[in-house]
């Protein structure tokens, strides 16, 4: 049993580590291997729980596939005022980011059991950022808007009961040092 006082040095180690891994806001350059992205997601997979993920895929925008992906979120995404406003710079921004991945899982047919998958895309997205982490690959899970539009289904060819869960932005930090420099060591206390 822990004193108070230990609880709360804990408390306080835990939620710097959770502000640490958050405070990715730039990526470098470096792309990201498609290759290295496809083994964290069956290294996740197989860590989770079975039925965790049986009936998810995931679709990869690097490279050249980037610019399909940046092109139709704009379609999808922004108002026709701020696409008109600022057409290069959404389109730069998201051409800047070296890797972007939807999480694709089916509908559930309750609102308890939608409530259990999105709960199970949490503990599944926040494992995968864990395993990216000792990659040195900083990841953020963005959910928007156009996730649920009708829009979305057809640009990202969903299959019938499908919806995207979540956009990763995915990419190497601009600092390499970021991780030595932040790293919380996690210590048993007795």
Not at 32 to 51: F, G, H, I, K, P
Not at 89 to 105: E, G, R
Request: aromatic content about 10%; overall charge positive; some cysteine.
């Amino acid at each position: 049993m822990m004193t108070p006082t230990e609880a709360s040095m804990m408390k306080t180690v835990i939620s710097q580590m959770i502000r640490e891994h958050r405070m990715m806001n730039k990526f470098s350059n470096r792309e990201v291997n498609e290759s290295c992205m496809r083994e964290l997601l069956q290294q996740t997979s197989l860590e989770a729980d079975e039925q965790l993920h049986e009936n998810w895929r995931f679709l990869i925008f690097s490279g050249n596939k980037k610019e399909i992906f940046s092109k139709e979120l704009i379609q999808t995404a922004y108002t026709r005022k701020a696409k008109e406003k600022y057409p290069e710079t959404l389109s730069h921004y998201y051409m800047k980011i070296p890797m972007h991945v939807l999480v694709i899982a089916k509908n559930s047919r309750t609102p308890a059991a939608e409530n259990r998958k999105f709960n199970q895309v949490t503990s599944f997205i926040q494992a995968l950022q864990r395993n990216a982490w000792k990659e040195k690959l900083g990841i953020v899970w963005k959910t928007n808007e156009y996730h649920w539009s009708k829009n979305a289904e057809d640009v990202f060819e969903l299959k019938s009961g499908e919806e995207i869960k979540g956009t990763l932005h995915v990419g190497y930090l601009q600092d390499d040092d970021y991780f030595v420099q932040t790293g919380v060591k996690l210590e048993s206390i007795s």
